[in-house]
C-alpha cells in the first residue's frame, strides 16, 4: 500500500506541473512579442533602446533582454514597446477593449500603430485629433528624450510639453520605501518608466515624485550623478511649466559629488589627486558652482584639499609606502541639500513671482487667506502660553515633563520636568560630583555659579547644548560619528554618571539617514 501512495503522490505532481506549464505558454502566446523578437526597451534613464527578447516569465510579468552593448537585463512587460501587429480588429493597448462610441472613439497612432480610447488616454485625445495625424505618449516621448535633456524647441518639444500636464498613473497609489527614494511599482517621471534615484534624476519639492534627466527640459547642463543640490518642481505642480534653480554649493560639496561620481564609475575605495583634478576640470561647467565659478584652476584642487583634510568626518585620506595619498568618502554616499536651503529657494521662487501663494517653514505652499489664518493662530496660541506661564508661576512651579522616558533620569537631571528657580534646593549629589567629573568634549574648569546657571536653564535648551556638543563628548558609542556624518537626527534624552565615574547618554536616533539607499 505505501510505494502506491507515493507513485499517486508523484504522479499528481507531474501533472500539477504540466498544467501549469500548459497555462503559461498560453498566456505568453497572447503577449505582442515572443522569444527572439527585437523590440524597445525602457532603460533606467528613461531612454528606448534596441533589445533582443531572450526570456519571458509571466508570472512575474516580465522578461530577460540583451541589448546591443551585450549587456542583460530583466525589462517589466509595461516598460517594452512594440510595432502593432497588421490585424482587422483594433484594440485598445490600455483597456484590450474593441468597443468604442462616439465621445470616445479609438484613434491609432501614427508611429507604432496602436490604439488609444480618447478617455485611456493620458492626457485625454481631443476631437480634433481623431480624424488627423495624432502620435501617442510613448512615441513623443521617444521622439523627444534625449541623454543630457529633452529637446527645447521644435514640433517635437510642443508635443512633449503638452503630454507633461499630465501624469498616466495615480502617483498616491505607488508604494514607496521608507525615504522615499524607489517605489515597487518600478514607476517614475513623466514617462512612467524605470528609474534609480541617484543615476541623473532629481525629486520635486511638491509632489516628491523622481523625473528623470532625459525628459526634463529645464536643463542647461548635464546632470551629475547623485547631484541632488537643485530646487526642481514638475510640470505638474508648477502649472504646465517646469521650475528649476540651482543651489549654491561649498567646496565640501563638491569634493563629495567628485568623489562620489569617480566611486560609481571606477568602483575604486580611494582616489589620487591628479584624478581628482581631472574629473573636475572636465566637469566645471556641470557643477555650476555660482560664486565659485570664477576661481583659477590652479587654486580649485588646493581648495578641495584643505576642505577634506579639515573634514575628516566626512573624507578618508589615506598614504601607501611609496608616498602616493588617495582620497575618499568615508560614507560613500550621495550628498545632499539642508533642508533650509531648499526653504531658502523656495522663498526665493514665491518672492520673484510675487503672486498671493507663500511658502511655510516646511516648504509647503500656502494661500493668502491659510497664511492670516495661520498667523492669527499662532499669535493667540503665544498669548495663550503667556498666560499660562504666568498662572503657573503663582500656582504651581510643576510642568509635564518634556520627554515621557526622561523621568527614569530625573534624579540625575535636576528639574528636567520643571524650569528651576535657581534656588539652592533644586540642586543634588549629581551636581556636586559634576565639577570633578566634566565631560570629555569639554575640558575647561567651572565655577560652582556656571554650574548652577547650567543647572538653571530650560531643560529645551540643555538639550540643544548637549546635541550640539555630542559628537565632541560620546566616544563610547559604537557609530556615533558615522551616523551623525551621515546626517542622521537625534535626540538626547537624558545624561547620568555610571558607577566607574564615566557619563553616559540617552539618545534617541531617528534611524533615517537622508542618503540611504
Not at 78 to 103: N, P
Not at 165 to 191: G, M, Q, R, V
Not at 244 to 266: F, G, H
Not at 447 to 462: F, M, V, Y
Request: hydrophobic share 30%.
Amino acid at each position: 500500500m505505501k510505494p502506491k501512495k507515493i507513485k499517486k503522490k508523484r504522479f499528481t505532481r507531474v501533472k500539477t506541473e504540466k498544467d501549469s506549464s500548459f497555462s503559461n505558454s498560453i498566456e505568453s502566446s497572447s503577449l505582442p512579442f515572443a522569444v527572439g523578437d527585437e523590440v524597445l526597451a525602457c532603460w533606467q534613464d528613461g531612454l528606448y533602446y534596441l533589445a533582443v527578447v531572450k526570456t519571458i516569465d509571466v508570472e512575474k510579468s516580465k522578461c530577460q533582454v540583451t541589448f546591443e552593448d551585450d549587456s542583460i537585463y530583466w525589462v517589466l512587460f509595461k516598460h517594452i514597446r512594440t510595432v502593432a501587429s497588421g490585424s482587422d480588429e483594433i484594440l485598445c493597448f490600455v483597456c484590450g477593449q474593441s468597443e468604442s462610441t462616439s465621445q470616445n472613439d479609438i484613434v491609432v497612432c501614427g508611429g507604432c500603430f496602436h490604439g488609444y480610447h480618447q478617455m485611456c488616454h493620458a492626457p485625454n485625445i481631443d476631437a480634433q485629433s481623431v480624424d488627423s495625424e495624432w502620435t501617442c505618449r510613448p512615441c513623443v516621448f521617444s521622439k523627444a528624450t534625449k541623454a543630457g535633456g529633452a529637446v527645447k524647441s521644435g514640433v517635437d518639444a510642443d508635443a512633449l510639453r503638452r503630454m507633461k500636464f499630465t501624469l498616466p498613473y495615480n502617483l498616491n497609489l505607488l508604494h514607496w520605501d521608507a525615504h522615499h527614494k524607489c517605489n515597487s511599482d518600478e514607476i517614475y517621471c513623466y514617462c512612467a518608466g524605470p528609474g534609480l534615484w541617484y543615476y541623473k534624476m532629481l525629486e520635486c519639492q511638491k509632489c516628491r515624485q523622481w523625473f528623470h534627466e532625459a525628459c526634463l527640459q529645464c536643463l542647461d547642463f548635464p546632470l551629475l550623478l547623485g547631484d541632488r543640490f537643485y530646487y526642481f518642481l514638475c510640470a505638474v505642480c508648477n502649472n504646465g511649466e517646469e521650475y528649476l534653480t540651482r543651489i549654491q554649493l561649498k567646496w565640501s560639496d563638491i569634493a563629495a559629488l567628485v568623489l562620489y561620481n569617480l566611486y560609481l564609475k571606477y568602483d575604486k575605495r580611494g582616489f589620487k589627486s591628479n584624478d581628482i583634478k581631472v574629473f573636475l576640470r572636465d566637469s566645471w561647467d556641470a557643477l555650476q558652482c555660482g560664486n565659485l565659478r570664477d576661481t583659477l584652476e590652479e587654486e580649485r584642487m588646493e581648495k578641495l584639499t584643505e576642505v577634506m583634510k579639515n573634514q575628516k568626518r566626512k573624507f578618508r585620506c589615506q598614504s601607501s609606502g611609496n608616498g602616493c595619498i588617495t582620497w575618499s568618502l568615508i560614507i560613500r554616499c550621495a550628498p545632499f541639500p539642508t533642508k533650509a536651503n531648499l526653504i531658502h529657494e523656495a522663498r526665493r521662487k514665491s518672492e520673484s513671482e510675487m503672486t498671493s501663494s507663500f511658502v511655510d517653514w516646511n516648504g509647503n505652499y500656502l494661500q493668502a487667506a491659510t497664511m492670516e489664518d495661520n498667523s492669527t493662530t499662532l499669535h493667540r496660541e503665544k498669548v495663550k502660553h503667556q498666560i499660562q506661564a504666568s498662572t503657573s508661576e503663582t500656582q504651581s512651579s510643576y510642568q509635564a515633563p518634556l520627554f515621557p522616558s526622561l523621568s527614569m533620569f530625573k534624579y540625575l537631571l535636576p528639574n528636567c520636568g520643571s524650569r528651576s528657580n535657581g534656588s539652592p534646593e533644586s540642586t543634588s549629589d549629581y551636581d556636586h560630583h559634576s565639577e570633578h567629573c566634566p565631560t570629555t568634549g569639554d575640558k575647561r574648569p567651572r565655577s560652582r555659579e556656571s554650574a548652577d546657571s547650567i543647572i538653571s536653564e530650560p531643560i529645551e535648551k540643555r538639550l540643544v547644548t548637549y546635541v550640539d556638543r555630542l559628537s565632541d563628548s560620546i566616544t563610547s558609542y559604537a557609530g556615533t560619528n558615522g551616523r551623525l556624518a551621515c546626517g542622521e537626527d537625534c535626540r538626547l534624552l537624558g545624561r547620568r554618571l555610571n558607577r566607574n565615574g564615566r557619563v553616559e547618554y540617552l539618545v534617541q536616533w531617528s534611524g533615517v539617514t537622508p542618503d540611504f539607499f
